[in-house]
């Protein structure tokens, strides 16, 4: 039975319905059967009764397929084999899907004993066709092919199988289909291999890749990033064995003016702008930018519309702010040359938030107006300034004032336009400026000329001062109303003429601002003048004068007043209950310090007693002296407006606390109070800055204890004791303002050029924690022994009389030219000797009225010791009849030059000359003892007045002290260590 012919009919019907089958584009094919058309050229074996091909038209074309059906015929062993398949380079996978048809064996009765359900698929590889020449041997087998599905009759089953060739490595290969006695037709034989497919992913491109085959499951791809995208690193991607990409590597991002639209990167359309490299899609332009062309990277900034450097360029611009409103200046509650400038802020801010305000200052006198520079101070600051108000200071009453203002925001330093507001103001000050020194320019018997100084900010062109003074009545406190004459004058200068001769007058004077309001008075100040009354210059009449250097007096007042009460203080030194002061003849002070610790904010007394001033107004030269907050300089004070002058600057050492600040500044409060000739006069204190300091009158030979040590036996008796009256001038000063000074001691005593000695060391701390010499006591506090009176070791009563005690001892130092008071004694001897009556002796040539003056200042009852008043008083009587210093107190030199012993410390005779000398302090002259041959202590003893001074002791004092000395050994008599009144 011819099985074959039937089967090709009903199989060509079966399968018209499935051969269009779309391929995959992941597919590169190699060979298609049904797509190729006509003769495929396949070569079949055995040539007859084998594969064969059938031929059918459908729809006006032309189907092929190759059957086979030798059922029932023996063994088969059929080979159809398809023409040369070229291999892709690095296709080493291909795949073959077969489409066919598998009769059921059971459909053939008897036959289907040796009928077969499957067929086997076969490849063979080369490297060139071989054409027809075909061996089985070269093939090997890739798979038994088995339908899913077998047909009966009339009941025909597609089957679809794909098998992978793998491992393919030669230029082609042939595939066979092998028929061991089946009923099958094949269809479609499809061969291909897979590719991922060019693509872009991420923005970056990459090509068509064969996918791998066993060996390289996935293929490692290197792409680049799509047109105007970059990327960090290259992209890469993984192509499977089955043509599908994975796992993409690296970033491809859009620059800037593109933005990623469908696997690309487009230009920003207009009025959209894209500033980064990124994949964010391009923005709006923003507020107050011109709209953008395509493909911008940033919106430029519309005309007056800014962009400040550190503002993204994704921000609006922003537009100047405009002028500060309401502008003010107001000098209400302010320091002299101060002023507050407030005003509000910009009514348009410019949209931004960064609004600063610049303050510019112009002074202007008459139309000529020029910048203020750097003289004026702004607290907090006059650029940059966040705060809607500045305090200036440093300003001149009285000159005019420009203020700008200008507002600022990020965006005004790139544009050349300014937000200014401007006021022009004078400060009117109320308040006129302050006097602060009187001084005696001249004297005369009938005439007093006086000059005073004001703080700095005066303009004095434009200042006037009353002047009030009066004589000095004898007991003030009865005449309860006393006569004042009141001058107005247009300079700070005076001399008043026709006064009366040796009389004291008390003078005190007030600014007056240029409307005329008073300011307040100085303190009342005394000069007296001198007494050789010239015949006839009328004496109780005062009568005016010229004002010197031109100032004009304008009117001449009488004016009679209450004579002050006398004040009570109790934040004075002085105790209430202290009977020297309560003396009914005690002048009463017309002013009273004010100890600063009643101040509750210590600043607030450096403030009222001391003028600030400006560090740069202040250069620091050299180092003078140590004192206890820190290093005392020699300077120069150059304040605008005044002459340079030489000062001190005592400065507070760097770390310094709060309570030392207030320590230090303490001493300028309590001298700041003080306006005398020979107290220390006060500059103005540095409080506003890091580095504190006082500033006073510079005093060119330093302290008075060093100063005569090193001019001892140089000057006469005289001079000493007009040092020693100016002195107690000063003392007595202090003493009418009820100051206790405590540590009244030649080492606090100053000397000027003019060998004027000023009293100073005022500080509230000193003597407990400054002076060296001071030393605890029983009683508590350190107190500097030698030089205080017992009251107020034992008890610490100190008072103006226990100053007049120190007064005394330093007397004593200055005429024994520095020498120290009782000399090497110990505290304890000193006090212990004080107690037993005994007094220092008489220095070497002190006059005999200087030294009962001593001894009357360390009388043990304080309220019997002199007042300042009184020994200024008698030095003046002394100075004025200087024969009066010649008659000379007794001088022991066995007790005045302290010689322990005439033999030594130790009481065994002095062992060299060198050993003698330095007892008593003449080491110097060692050098012309030995060059003189003069080894021994017997030789010295051989010595005159003549030898001494031929071997070069000249200054009188030295020769003294040796000759004195030496007659002293020569007695043989141990000495007293103190002198027993
Ligand atoms: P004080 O802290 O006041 O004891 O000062 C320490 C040292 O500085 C003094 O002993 C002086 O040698 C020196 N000194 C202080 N003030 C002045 C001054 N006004 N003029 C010159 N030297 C001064």
């Known amino acids: 039975m011819d099985y074959r012919r039937i089967k090709r009919i009903l199989f060509v019907n079966v399968f018209m319905n499935c051969i269009f089958v779309s391929l995959q ?22 040539d007859e009764q084998g594969w064969e091909i059938a031929q059918q038209a459908l729809n006006g074309s032309l189907l092929y397929n190759y059957f086979i059906c030798n059922v029932g015929a023996g063994e088969q062993d059929n080979w159809l084999r398809t023409t040369f398949i070229q291999r892709h380079p690095t296709a080493t996978r291909v795949f073959v899907e077969m489409r066919f048809v598998v009769r059921d064996c059971n459909s053939f009765g008897a036959d289907s004993l040796t009928c077969k359900e499957t067929f086997n698929l076969h490849t063979s590889e080369a490297d060139a066709d071989i054409g027809t020449s075909f061996r089985k041997g070269q093939f090997r087998k890739v798979a038994t092919i088995a339908p899913d599905e077998i047909s009966g009759v009339g009941d025909m089953q597609i089957n679809t199988e794909t098998r992978v060739v793998d491992n393919l490595s030669r230029k082609g290969f042939y595939l066979a289909f092998q028929d061991i006695g089946a009923c099958v037709a094949i269809y479609s034989v499809r061969v291909y291999y897979k590719t991922c497919p060019a693509t872009v992913k991420s923005l970056a491109a990459f090509p068509e890749t064969v996918a791998g085959g066993e060996n390289q499951a996935l293929r490692e791809v290197a792409g680049a990033c799509v047109e105007n995208a970059v990327s960090e690193d290259q992209p890469r991607i993984y192509c499977t064995v089955d043509g599908e990409w994975v796992v993409p590597v690296g970033q491809c991002q859009c620059r800037p003016g593109y933005e990623p639209k469908n696997d690309s990167c487009q230009e920003c359309k207009p009025g959209f702008f894209k500033t980064s490299v990124s994949n964010e899609a391009c ?109 200036i200071s440093e300003l001149e009453p009285h000159l005019n004032y420009t203020f700008t203002v200008e507002a600022r925001n990020g965006v005004s330093q790139l544009s050349p336009q300014r937000a200014t507001h401007t006021i022009n103001t004078a ?158 003849e005690q002048l009463k002070p017309l002013k009273t310090y004010v100890d600063p610790h009643t101040y509750e904010d210590p600043n607030t007394a450096v403030l009222k007693f001391a003028s600030e001033i400006h560090p740069t107004h202040v250069s620091k030269q050299k180092v003078i002296g140590v004192g206890e907050f820190g290093e005392v300089y020699r300077g120069i004070l150059k304040a605008p407006g005044r002459k340079e002058a030489a000062v001190a600057i005592k400065t507070l050492k760097p770390g310094y606390t709060e309570k030392q600040r207030q320590d230090f500044l303490s001493e300028a409060s309590i001298m700041g109070q003080f306006c005398h000739q020979n107290i220390i006069r006060l500059e103005g204190v540095v409080t506003k800055f890091k580095h504190v300091m006082i500033v006073t009158e510079y005093m060119e030979n330093g302290a008075l204890d060093k100063y005569l040590r090193d001019h001892d036996g140089e000057m006469s008796s005289f001079q000493l004791v007009g040092m020693l009256r100016g002195i107690a001038a000063g003392m ?33 701390s000193r003597v407990l924690e400054d002076d060296p010499e001071g030393t605890y006591t029983t009683s508590g506090g350190k107190i500097p022994i030698r030089w205080t009176a017992p009251e107020a070791i034992a008890y610490r009563k100190f008072t103006s009389a226990s100053d007049v005690w120190s007064f005394g001892i330093v007397m004593w130092e200055v005429m024994a030219f520095g020498e120290r008071p009782y000399w090497d004694m110990s505290n304890h001897e000193v006090m212990k000797a004080i107690n037993e009556a005994f007094r220092l002796p008489a220095p070497m040539d002190c006059p005999s009225a200087v030294y009962q003056l001593m001894l009357q200042c360390w009388l043990q009852d304080r309220s019997k010791r002199p007042r300042f008043q009184d020994i200024v008083s008698l030095l003046d009587k002394l100075l004025k009849s200087p024969d009066s210093l010649k008659a000379i107190a007794d001088f022991d030199p066995r007790v005045s030059i302290r010689l322990p012993s005439t033999s030594g410390s130790d009481g065994s005779p002095f062992r060299s000359v060198s050993e003698w000398l330095e007892s008593i302090k003449m080491s110097q002259y060692s050098e012309n003892f030995s060059m003189a041959g003069i080894v021994s202590m017997e030789q010295v003893l051989q010595m005159k007045s003549e030898d001494i001074r031929n071997i070069g002791v000249r200054l009188p004092g030295h020769l003294k002290r040796i000759a004195y000395s030496i007659l002293g050994l020569k007695d043989q008599t141990s000495t007293l260590s103190v002198f027993a009144v």
């Not at 000063?733 to 100051?739: I, N």
């Not at 001691?745 to 060391?761: F, G, H, Q, W, Y």
């Open 25 to 46: 584009n992941k597919e590169e094919v190699l060979l298609d059967m049904v797509a190729s058309g006509g003769e495929l050229g396949w070569l079949t074996w055995p």
């Open 283 to 391: 923005e709006h332009c923003p507020k107050n930018t011109e709209p953008s062309s395509s493909g911008a990277l940033s919106c430029p900034c519309l005309q007056g519309f800014y962009r400040a450097p550190n503002d993204p360029l994704t921000a609006a611009c922003s537009g100047l702010p405009s002028a500060p409103q309401n502008l003010a200046a107001t000098t209400a509650q302010m320091a002299v040359g101060k002023l507050q400038l407030s005003w509000s802020p910009p009514a348009d801010t410019g949209g931004r938030t960064d609004i600063t305000y610049n303050v510019v200052c112009d002074r202007c006198e008459g139309s000529v107006c020029q910048p203020c520079g750097e003289k004026v101070r702004y607290d907090p600051s006059n650029t940059d300034l966040k705060e809607i108000s500045v305090i």
């Open 427 to 584: 400060l009117h000050y109320t308040d006129p400026p302050k006097v602060t020194a009187m001084h005696l320019v001249e004297s005369s018997p009938t005439s007093l000329s006086l000059s005073w100084s004001v703080s700095r900010w005066a303009k004095p062109s434009s200042t006037r001062y009353e002047l009030m003074y009066r004589k000095k009545e004898k007991d003030e406190e009865k005449n309860k109303v006393t006569t004042y004459t009141v001058l107005v004058l247009e300079k700070n200068s005076v001399q008043i003429i026709d006064l009366s001769p040796s009389t004291v007058y008390l003078f005190k004077v007030q600014a007056l601002s240029p409307e005329g309001n008073p300011g307040s008075y100085s303190m009342e100040q005394e000069f007296s003048t001198p007494a050789e009354v010239p015949p006839n210059q009328g004496n109780t009449a005062v009568i005016l004068g010229a004002a010197v250097g031109g100032g004009v007096m304008l009117f001449i007042v009488v004016v009679v007043l209450l004579l002050r009460r006398r004040r009570k203080n109790s934040h004075t030194r002085q105790g209430p209950e202290d009977a020297y002061f309560s003396s009914p």
């Open 732 to 764: 007595k000063y202090l003493s009418d303002m009820s100051y206790v000074h405590r540590d009244l001691a030649a080492r606090n005593i100053l000397v000027n050029s003019k060998l004027e000695c000023k009293v100073s060391d005022f500080g509230l």
